[in-house]
């Protein structure tokens, strides 16, 4: 995913191993499991370098080939900026700047299909999957915690201790849950998937059962 460059500046059964919505991110985010005031950016820059950002209310976090950096806020005349006093990441609106030295990436795009997925690793979400028409996510954490947002938004469902069947000789992973007069049945199948609008292959077939009324689509491990 990374290039070195600035870094020269100092069947699925789960493993174990949150947010508020930038302005430049996708609305399916909005109901992504919040566990701090956490943005989350992919930075694809003209040079062919890219990177992950993940700002807080003072510091950010840069995710950089082999090492990771914090950085505190700082005044800034315009847009936002961070620094640890060797490096500078400065981003405003959907564009940022990484700079060490010599060294200086400009004119950095967020990418917001990236950033969504990058958003929930890093808020330790174990499995996602998403579908089309209509639109519908899920994110498993703690290998039995359950988001499941359906029908662009619309709906949003948790559900916690759910019940696993893993049969590992078929690639398949079943998840059953209950809550607030809500059923959930999920099926996860380690086969080949490709998603109906964008085309992106992702490692698992999924299909979700709600209330009776079924979803399918694809999905992958971020752990």
Known sequence: MYRASIIILSGIM???????????????????TTITDAQTYVYECPDDFSFVARTET?????????????????????????????VSFWRNNNEAVVESGEIKHTGCKNNR????????KLNGVDFRALGNEPGWYI?????QDILLVTDYGQQTYRFTSAIINSKPHERTTSYHAQSNGN???IVIKGIPCQDSMSG????????????????????KALH
């Not at 950010?60 to 005349?77: C, K, M, N, R, Y």
């Open 14 to 32: 789960l493993n174990s191993c949150a947010y508020t919505q930038p302005d430049d991110v996708s609305p399916d985010t909005r109901a992504s």
């Open 58 to 86: 003072d510091r950010a976090w840069l995710f950089l080939p082999g090492t990771t950096l914090e950085l505190a806020l700082i005044q800034s005349t315009s847009g936002t900026n961070y620094t640890n006093g060797s």
């Open 113 to 120: 299909a990236r950033a969504i997925w990058e958003h929930a």
């Open 139 to 143: 994110e498993i954490s703690n290998r």
């Open 183 to 185: 059923s959930v049945e």
């Open 200 to 219: 992106e292959a992702f490692s698992a077939a999924v299909t979700v059962l709600i209330n009776n009324k079924r979803y399918m689509g694809c999905g």
